[in-house]
């Protein structure tokens, strides 16, 4: 696990986490995954962190899971059993974690934010977006209803949820404000220092205050079924996988990665 993937620092009471891996559009490998959860562990440890801010190197926030593993992956027998164990820990495990750490989280997201990027992004407790972010989750068409973390209907609304992940199209960061999964919309030249003076401003709060009033929101949304509806449509997911291991003998039915191209490209790719 390399600490270059992911980068730490504190500074005025505030835990900065980078994604480094700008060369592959931030894409998360199994290293980079483990070494988020360990750096979202120290924050979450440290008293002198009251507020966390989860920002990435280079032109996009991430690309989502790194599918590139291509031939050797292919070559591994599979089971459902494989990728449930795999899954429950280091996606919507680590999502649900960071989630529920109890000090406040900022998500600064710029350029394209697919699939697994949305893992990233929506447990952070505001997010302040580049006026470039893109966000997407266009694995139905890899036979699966969409990524590991079912945060779509409590972010976007049951419509808007369907429609992303039916046609597979982006959604701009001014449509994500105005549905409520985006915070603020900022200049992407302004991006850094937008999100580190929200960070201060909320770090000058008693850290004690912080922690009910993040407790009070994600009990009420748990008391609504949060949770519990995370955890019930990530085994859909992995029957989704099970699938396209029927159809193909591998976890994937398209090529993820020319899809995750085109949408950051140009147009949103087509199911």
């Given amino acids: 696990m390399s600490d270059d993937l992911v980068l730490y620092d504190v500074a005025d009471n505030i835990a900065t986490i980078t994604l480094n891996r700008p060369e592959a559009a931030n894409a998360q490998n199994p290293d980079l995954l483990h070494r988020l959860d360990a750096c979202w562990t120290m924050a979450e440890n440290d008293d002198d962190v009251k507020v966390i801010i989860?920002?990435?190197?280079?032109?996009?926030f991430s690309s989502g899971h790194d599918m590139r593993g291509g031939d050797s992956q292919a070559a591994k027998k599979w089971t459902v059993q494989d990728i449930y164990k795999i899954e429950t820990r280091q996606y919507v495990g680590y999502s649900l974690h960071w989630r529920n750490v109890p000090k406040p989280s900022i998500?600064?997201?710029?350029?394209?934010?697919?699939a697994g990027g949305l893992l990233l992004a929506w447990p952070c407790d505001l997010i302040v977006a580049a006026d470039n972010a893109k966000f997407s989750d266009p694995v139905v068409a890899m036979g699966i209803g969409g990524v590991e973390y079912h945060g779509h209907t409590w972010e976007l609304g049951a419509r808007l949820a369907k429609e992303i992940l039916f046609t597979g199209r982006a959604i701009n960061a001014e449509e994500a404000k105005a549905v409520g999964m985006v915070n603020r919309v900022v200049p992407l030249d302004d991006l850094q220092s937008a999100t580190r003076e929200l960070a201060l401003e909320i770090a000058s709060k008693h850290p004690w205050a912080l922690r009910m009033a993040k407790r009070a929101v994600n009990q009420t949304l748990d008391i609504q079924g949060f949770t519990n509806?995370?955890?019930?449509?990530?085994?859909?997911?992995?029957l989704g996988h099970g699938h396209a291991m029927t159809e193909c003998g591998y976890p994937v039915l398209v090529d993820l990665e020319a899809m995750k191209k085109e949408i950051a490209s140009k147009e949103p790719a087509k199911a």
């Fill in 54 to 60: 989860l920002n990435a190197n280079g032109k996009h």
């Fill in 107 to 114: 998500a600064a997201v710029q350029g394209v934010c697919i």
């Fill in 229 to 238: 509806a995370v955890q019930a449509v990530f085994d859909v997911h992995t």
